[in-house]
């Protein structure tokens, strides 16, 4: 029986799969270790569409382009009009009430009594026109937060989306490792334990050969054949 010497074992790969396909592959080439991530097609068209969509938004997230202003301003156009006719709804009966209450009871309308009410009357209406044009500037601001808060809020669901999907990638990754350094640590105990069993096989039969030696040595006159029987010994074992 001869030597036989101790081959360190190979990297051990690790896989992780999911219904029976592989997900996860650790595998190491040269002096690196990789771990791959298979995605499937469905994850794959989720992911760069999330990754797209962020970096082509970016560029134009704070920018109003023309068809945007146009509709901000027939916003604000149709809620001045609505104002505005609210605003006539509530005074022009007023002064047609004026007019018929100072002619009947004048038969004109060139007096002081018609001046002060209808003086009255256009500056409540004046004071109702100015709230309506702070109104409007409330209005657009309005708009231009709403406009923004939905595109954060579009461009927070994307990162998320990104963010879901690198974490769950890496996730799975750290199985895959997990597994691949749980057979490495098997496969180093193993061989540490093999390398152990042997020394001490070893060490047994060479401890045996030398008192063996020494005893033929001291006891036998055939030294020489002691002397082969030690060489035998120490050359398989």
Do not use: C, H, W
Not at 128 to 134: C, E, P
């Amino acid at each position: 029986m001869g030597k036989s010497s101790k081959k360190y074992p190979g990297y051990s790969a690790g896989t992780l799969k999911l219904n029976g396909e592989n997900l996860v592959k650790t595998y190491k080439k040269g002096n690196n270790v990789i771990s791959n991530y298979v995605m499937s097609e469905p994850e794959k068209s989720a992911y760069r569409y999330a990754q797209n969509s962020f970096n082509n938004s970016l560029q134009k997230l704070n920018v109003f382009d023309e068809n945007t202003q146009k509709d901000f301003q027939n916003q604000i156009n149709a809620y001045t009009q609505k104002g505005q006719k609210m605003i006539d709804n509530i005074y022009t009966p007023i002064l047609n009430n004026l007019k018929t209450d100072i002619a009947s009871r004048f038969g004109n309308l060139d007096n002081s009594v018609f001046m002060d009410n209808l003086n009255s009357i256009e500056s409540n209406r004046a004071d109702a026109v100015n709230s309506l044009a702070q109104d409007v500037l409330i209005k657009k601001d309005e708009l231009i937060n709403n406009e923004l808060s939905r595109r954060y809020n579009y461009m927070n669901f994307l990162q998320d989306l990104q963010n879901q999907a690198k974490s769950s990638m890496l996730n799975f990754v750290g199985s895959s490792q997990a597994n691949s350094a749980s057979g490495n640590n098997y496969n180093a105990q193993a061989y540490a334990a093999q390398a152990n069993s042997g020394s001490s096989f070893g060490n047994l039969f060479s401890s045996l050969g030398s008192t063996l030696g020494a005893t033929m040595m001291n006891s036998n006159p055939y030294s020489a054949g002691a002397s082969a029987a030690l060489g035998i010994i120490s050359k398989y074992f």
